[in-house]
Structure formats: structure tokens, C-alpha cells
């Protein structure tokens, strides 16, 4: 997992309950805390964050990542705006995550292991997302998607209809406009 990812989350930790909780969390997690953006670090390090942060939020590790992925999405537009500037709304942004930002992110990100995800469009206008990846960070995805939506201002609704780590193979996201 590449260091920009745990800057994220520091950054989303410390504003949200200050410092000393994410000093916390890293003493929890017996880490050092030191990364650099574009460092690899163990996903395993990840991991145990969002485990030492379920622990002290009192929040199931799914609902960490979706938190984190939700809060995150804000600092991202304001790094990388061209990715959002590029679409009137959220759908769109989403269908251009396999085609353009993270090939980009790749680029930026020497050893970035970003998922690939499969997108089917239903009749009704909602989008099918197929998430499949060794890190089982669907919470993540989930999270990413509404700190879109909220972005652009749009009400959206993800149901999580197939998961991983419920036994299913992948993932899938129902994601439809309210
Ligand atoms: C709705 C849009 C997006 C979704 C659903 C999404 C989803 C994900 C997920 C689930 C991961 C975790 C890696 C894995 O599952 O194997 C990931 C990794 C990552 N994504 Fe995205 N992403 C989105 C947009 C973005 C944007 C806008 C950026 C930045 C401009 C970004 C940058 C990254 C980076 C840096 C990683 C880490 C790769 C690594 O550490 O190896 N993503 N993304």
C-alpha cells in the first residue's frame, strides 16, 4: 500500500479527533508512523490501523474504511482536480476510475496495486460494480463512492450486495441515484 494512503488517513484522523488519537492508534498498532507518499508499506500495516481505529471509534472495521474513504475523497479533489473536473457528475467520475485515474494513479504511484473494477449499467439506470482484490478493501470503495456523490452533490445509495468477506468471490456495489 502506498504511503499517500496512510498521509490520508492521518490527515482525516487528525482533523476529525486530533493528534493524540492518531498517535494512539499508531502505539496500538506497534508502528512507527513515518511514511512517505511514495513509499510502499505492508498492506498488513493498513490493516492493523483500521483495526486499533475500530477499537477506539467504536466502529466496525468496514464502517473505518467507509468513513475514511468518504473523507478522504474531499482532500483528494483538492490535490488532484483535474479527475473531478472532468465530469458534471458522479457517475460519469466513477466509470472513469478503470480508464483514467488510477492508470494515472500508477503512473504517479510507482507500485501502486490499484483494483480493476467491473461496471454493468442496469436498466433502471443504476451501475453494478464488481470489486475483486487480495485487500478486501470493499469499505474503502464504498467510502470513495459517497465522498463522490458528495462532491458533486448528488444523493446516491450503495447497497453492498455480494462481499468477501461475507464468502462471496467479490464484491458487488449497487450504486443507484436518489
Ligand atoms: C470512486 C472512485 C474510486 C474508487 C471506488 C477507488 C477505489 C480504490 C480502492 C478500493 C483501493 C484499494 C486498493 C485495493 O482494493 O486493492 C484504491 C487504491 C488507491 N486509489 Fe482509488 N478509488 C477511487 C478513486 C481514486 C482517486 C480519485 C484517487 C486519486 C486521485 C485514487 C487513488 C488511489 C491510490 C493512491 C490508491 C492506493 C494504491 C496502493 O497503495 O497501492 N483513487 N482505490
Known amino acids: 500500500m502506498k504511503g499517500v494512503v496512510f498521509n490520508l488517513l492521518e490527515e ?10 492518531w498517535d494512539t492508534l499508531l502505539d496500538e498498532a506497534g508502528l512507527a508512523g513515518s511514511y512517505t507518499s ?12 483500521v483495526l486499533a481505529a475500530s477499537s477506539a471509534l467504536s466502529l466496525k472495521p468496514a464502517a473505518v474504511l467507509r468513513w475514511f474513504g468518504r473523507e478522504a475523497m474531499p482532500l483528494l479533489a483538492g490535490r488532484y482536480p483535474a ?20 492508470p494515472e494513479v500508477r503512473k504517479l504511484y510507482s507500485g501502486a496495486h490499484c483494483p480493476n473494477f467491473s461496471f ?10 464488481g470489486y475483486d ?6 469499505g474503502l470503495a464504498h467510502g470513495f463512492i ?3 456523490a458528495n462532491h458533486y452533490d ?3 445509495e450503495v447497497a453492498h450486495l455480494q ?4 464468502g462471496d468471490p467479490r464484491c458487488l456495489l449497487r450504486i443507484s441515484l436518489t
Open 12 to 21: 482525516v484522523v487528525t482533523r476529525h479527533h486530533g493528534e493524540a488519537v
Open 38 to 49: 511514495l513509499g510502499s508499506y505492508p498492506d498488513g500495516e493498513m490493516q492493523q490501523l
Open 83 to 102: 479527475f473531478f473536473d472532468a465530469h458534471q457528475s458522479v457517475m460519469p467520475f466513477i466509470l472513469s476510475v478503470n480508464g483514467i485515474i488510477h
Open 120 to 129: 454493468e449499467e442496469t436498466p433502471d439506470g443504476a451501475l453494478l460494480m
Open 133 to 138: 482484490s487480495p485487500r478486501r478493501l470493499c
Open 146 to 148: 459517497e465522498g463522490a
Open 154 to 156: 448528488q444523493a446516491i
Open 163 to 166: 462481499c468477501m468477506h461475507q
